[in-house]
């Protein structure tokens, strides 16, 4: 089957207030319109509020690390009270526990973390979807000083959505279909 | 000083800056890793020598089986600490100043444990059994003893040094992105493969908050873990002067206390070198003297408070142990730790001296060295009087053990000055933040002082009608 073809737009402003202005343009505009696929903002620096303009994002990354330190938590003490129980005979015990809690604990807390930092990671890596190869359309400029909204729209439709990119005092704008 | 400098700094100037400072550093850079290289070179020389030849000429003999090594390996540890802990602590107090160096400092982290991790390996003399610290059971299926501090030590190091690279590296992503958008040739390979595709998308970035402040939330208690455990491999033999409940929190601030002199040997050495004056401010300086000062009372504090238990718990080894330490062959060494490291930072005490860069290096120097002095104090004398008098012998460390030891300092020097040649050594988009949200707020104060003008203009003028 073959795959529908993406339209984007690609607006750079050089301030966060213009970029705030241009998403509640698009999304008045796609309440008439219904032109807009979705909206993506690209920045320099990280902006809190952007949670508030574009919608919440679902990253549950804590899950992962809450999961992740529980296994590992759960493994290195396995793995310290395993050798101890395959060594029973081996070793003389001398009247001590063989499983002895005081000490397990210390390599159980470090698998905690070890594995509680590398769930994080791979939690991370999921969520902000990455690797992946860079967008046609990206520009240097957002990695400096400057804003970028990319708009994926209706590809008949695009003027509309270009004037009201260009309404709000875009810099550049970069078209292409992908 | 005004609470909004550094506000006034554009963007692009910040990219400019810091990516200059990976083409053209002044020519003391290469001077000084000339120097750490030829180090380096004697350091692998007196490794081979001791190697080929035994721990004999190293004069590692009963009782000294622990000396210089294994006090650089403290020391490194040690070392180690204050980049990733500070930084991570810092990050979850929300302190902007950490911005401009807090890169550095986590790459010094790093380092430090590469060197921190050799010396077990030199001091077990035999390097090609090194393996057997790793978890698995041999031919007669017995494992390592997890119930020994050494084990603990190669569990915990293992960790810190995982979680350590992985903080640095994600907290570099989004200037490794610029990094690639500006480079040319083999460093553009190697920034688009680092950078994984950044992009600054609104979802990467949110995902990159959380994920940052969750490793730095397992990473200050892991810090603590790790220098705790290396107290361990003291605290829990019967030794005098080793056997000592305050050792791990003492062993912890000792650590942030000679990681904080590290960082600010390194915060003078980049700022000249790689001309970062403008980031690294005195403002910055000040507030860094200002902690590790801090650190330092709490450091003397642990120190004269184990002196005080050994003296009123009256124990005949203990005591005769800590006599021997002041009074003894080795007194020069507490003596020495006891100006550097407890006397010397009161100079911290005075601005003018907080605001001066090579004072400050200087200073730091001396601490470090009163903390090296620190890690031989706590290792070599109590050998030399422990509970078999039989084997009591005074014995300083020979040329080889001193070779290695100067050779480490070239080596932790030199990678990190490959580092900072190949990565950015100040966080562009972090500084970026600080001079966003201080613009904002030196705006915002701006405005309130404009209102209470109008304010009062017209309280006037109602009360001239």
């Known amino acids: 089957m073959r795959r529908r073809k993406k339209h984007f737009l690609f607006g750079v402003y050089d301030d966060f207030d213009k970029a705030r202005d241009v998403v509640s343009e698009l999304k008045m505009l796609d309440l008439k319109e219904m032109v807009v696929d979705n909206i993506e903002l690209y920045s320099p620096i990280e902006h809190p509020e952007v949670e508030e303009i574009l919608g919440e994002f679902h990253q549950p990354i804590q899950r992962f690390t809450f999961f992740g330190a529980i296994t590992g938590a759960i493994c290195a003490f396995l793995l310290v009270a395993g050798a101890a129980q395959a060594m029973f005979t081996v070793q003389p015990q001398g009247g001590k526990p063989v499983i002895p809690l005081p000490m397990d604990i210390v390599i159980t807390y470090e698998g905690t973390i070890m594995f509680g930092v590398y769930s994080t990671i791979i939690a991370f890596l999921i969520y902000s979807g990455m690797p992946k190869r860079l967008k046609k359309y990206y520009t240097q400029k957002v990695s400096e000083d400057q804003i970028g909204i990319e708009v994926e729209v209706v590809a008949e439709k695009s003027d509309l959505v270009r004037a009201a990119l260009e309404k709000c005092g875009a810099v550049e704008i970069r078209e292409v279909t992908q | ?465």
């Open chain 2, 1 to 465: 000083m005004s609470d909004y400098s550094m506000k006034d700094i554009e963007w692009a100037k910040i990219n400019r800056d810091v990516l200059a400072s990976l083409e053209s550093p002044r020519k003391e850079f290469w001077i000084v890793l000339g120097v750490c290289l030829v180090l380096v070179l004697c350091g692998v020389a007196a490794e081979a020598y001791q190697y080929n030849e035994g721990l004999g000429v190293a004069l590692m003999d009963r009782p000294h089986f622990w000396q210089l090594y294994i006090s650089n390996f403290v020391f490194w540890i040690g070392m180690s600490h204050s980049g990733t802990l500070l930084s991570a602590i810092l990050l979850l107090t929300q302190a902007d100043w950490r911005k401009p160096i807090y890169r550095f400092a986590e790459a010094m982290t790093l380092f430090s444990i590469l060197t921190a991790a050799i010396f077990p390996v030199i001091h077990l003399g035999r390097v090609w059994n090194m393996y057997w610290v790793l978890p698995y059971p041999n031919e007669r299926t017995i494992w390592p003893n997890f119930r020994s501090p050494l084990l603990w030590d190669a569990a915990a190091i293992t960790t810190y040094a995982t979680s350590s690279i992985l903080f640095l590296y994600v907290g570099m992503i989004p200037d490794l992105a610029i990094c690639r958008d500006n480079a040319k040739g083999w460093r553009k390979k190697l920034y688009t493969a680092l950078s994984i595709g950044w992009m600054g998308r609104a979802s990467e970035w949110l995902a990159f908050r959380k994920t940052y402040v969750l490793l730095a939330c397992f990473l200050v208690p892991l810090a603590v873990s790790v220098h705790s455990i290396v107290a361990s491999d003291f605290a829990m033999s019967i030794m005098p002067d080793w056997h000592i409940t305050s050792f791990p929190p003492y062993f912890v601030a000792g650590a942030l206390y000679s990681g904080c002199a590290a960082i600010i040997t390194l915060f003078v050495l980049l700022r000249y070198v790689f001309k970062f004056e403008a980031y690294m401010t005195t403002e910055i300086m000040d507030k860094t003297a200002k902690l590790t000062f801090a650190i330092a009372m709490v450091w003397n504090y642990l120190n004269l408070s184990e002196y005080a238990s050994i003296w009123y718990s009256n124990d005949m080894f203990e005591k005769e142990v800590l006599m021997e330490k002041f009074f003894g062959p080795y007194h020069w060494v507490v003596w020495g730790m006891l100006l550097c490291a407890t006397v010397a930072p009161f100079a911290m005490a005075f601005k003018k001296v907080r605001h001066n860069m090579w004072a400050m290096f200087w200073l730091s120097l001396v601490l470090q060295l009163g903390m090296w002095l620190e890690r031989f104090q706590i290792v070599s004398p109590p050998l030399a009087s422990n509970h078999e008098p039989w084997t009591w012998a005074v014995v300083w460390p020979g040329l080889v053990q001193l070779t290695i030891t100067v050779a480490s300092f070239g080596w932790f020097t030199m990678l990190f000055l490959i580092f900072c040649k190949v990565f950015p050594s100040v966080s562009m988009y972090e500084v970026k933040e600080m001079v966003f949200h201080r613009r904002k707020a030196s705006s915002r104060t701006e405005m309130e002082d404009l209102n209470k003008v109008k304010d009062e203009m017209i309280k006037q003028e109602e009360g001239l009608s």
